[in-house]
């Protein structure tokens, strides 16, 4: 048996039904609980409904199973989150990170950097909303800077440099100011002059798994995605050979981000089977925490 429960979380409970039969015969039911990794906080009770034998299962019996689950005392239906709502305590340690590592920032902006699909978007404007910060994207700026072209026309119209030489002229404006969150394109860190303007704030690499960028990419389709877009083909598996082979190509230029955050080791410490079910506020708490490592070490120890 498999239940579903707070946020996509998967528990397998094992169920011996020949004990439940023991403790109460051939009907009633009984609530156990089992207690998983978080002891004080995942709690899933399972109730046994035994039905009475029928001639036809002297072998088997029937048993139905209710199944809650909470959390932190909050009943499952109300963690479920649909879309990308965060939970009651995700949202609460978002904000308290936020409050404690904001005075040191000192108003400098945060710059993600990640393969395209890797949430920059997504979780920067998380990230700005909590730190009260503005949020730009970079591409969105290039494409009002050419009257409103779309990234994918400009790529069509004018090839990848002039797109590139763009870029670079939206980063250096950025650079002059403060309090951003700035989603940059996935192919900015490959010029170093870009760099030179992204040091003026703080970089964090969004480094999720290539699966999971083939995925959400080839759900909302390649068509803005210029450097990814094919006519024809199993969108998935195109999506991921091209990937693969940027990843080669960028690798070493993502990791000269001041933080680096980890989707697999999100999950891993969430105890999740894999990062498909990392909320955008979950990443959010995992970037404020390792930029926190960075002006640690920058610093020396701050006191927090
Ligand atoms: N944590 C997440 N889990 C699942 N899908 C996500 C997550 N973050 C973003 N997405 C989805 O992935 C796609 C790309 O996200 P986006 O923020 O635009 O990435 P980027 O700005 O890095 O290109 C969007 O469809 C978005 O809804
Ligand atoms: O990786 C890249 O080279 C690109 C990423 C895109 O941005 P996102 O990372 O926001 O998709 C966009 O800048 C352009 O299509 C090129």
Redesign the pocket.
Same mark, same amino acid.
């Given at each position: 048996m498999e239940a579903k429960i707070a946020n996509g979380l998967l528990v397998s409970p094992r169920i011996d039904s020949e004990k439940i039969a023991r403790r109460i015969g051939t009907g009633g039911s009984v609530q156990f609980s089992r207690r998983f990794r978080e002891q004080d906080r995942l709690q899933v009770l399972v109730s046994a409904q035994l039905q009475p034998k029928t001639r036809n299962s002297n072998r088997h019996k029937t048993v139905s199973l209710e199944v809650s689950c909470s959390y932190k005392n909050f009943p499952a239906s109300l963690l479920e989150s649909g879309g990308?709502q965060a939970p009651f305590d995700e949202a609460r340690i978002l904000k308290n990170k936020s409050q404690e590592i904001r005075p040191y920032l000192s108003g400098r902006c945060i710059y993600?950097v @990640? &393969? &395209?699909?890797? @949430?920059?978007? =997504? +979780?920067?404007k998380v990230l700005s909303q909590v730190l009260g910060y503005s949020f730009f994207?970079s591409d969105t700026l290039v494409e009002q800077d050419v009257e409103g072209t779309s990234v994918a026309e400009i790529f069509k119209l004018y090839g990848e440099g002039f797109f590139r030489d763009k870029e670079t002229e939206v980063l250096r404006k950025l650079s002059l100011m403060h309090q951003l969150v700035v989603?940059t394109g996935?192919g900015a860190v490959v010029r170093p002059i870009n760099w030179k303007y992204m040091q003026k704030g703080i970089s964090v690499w /969004?480094d999720v798994p290539l699966e999971?960028l083939a995925r959400? *990419?080839a759900? +909302?389709g390649t068509g803005s995605r210029p450097l990814l877009h094919q006519d024809s083909g199993d969108a998935y598996t195109k999506t991921l050979t091209r990937l693969s082979t940027l990843m080669e190509e960028r690798s070493d230029a993502y990791a000269n981000a001041n933080a680096r955050v980890s /989707?697999e080791d999100i999950a891993a410490k969430l105890g999740h089977r894999d +990062?498909?079910? /990392? =909320?955008?506020t979950a *990443?959010a708490i995992e970037a404020l925490e390792q930029i926190e490592g960075f002006l640690k070490e920058e610093n020396g120890d701050f006191g927090l």
């Open positions: 990308f993600l @990640g &393969m &395209m699909g890797s @949430g920059k978007t =997504t +979780v920067g994207d989603s996935g /969004l999971d959400r *990419i759900a +909302v /989707l +990062v498909s079910n /990392l =909320t955008p *990443i």
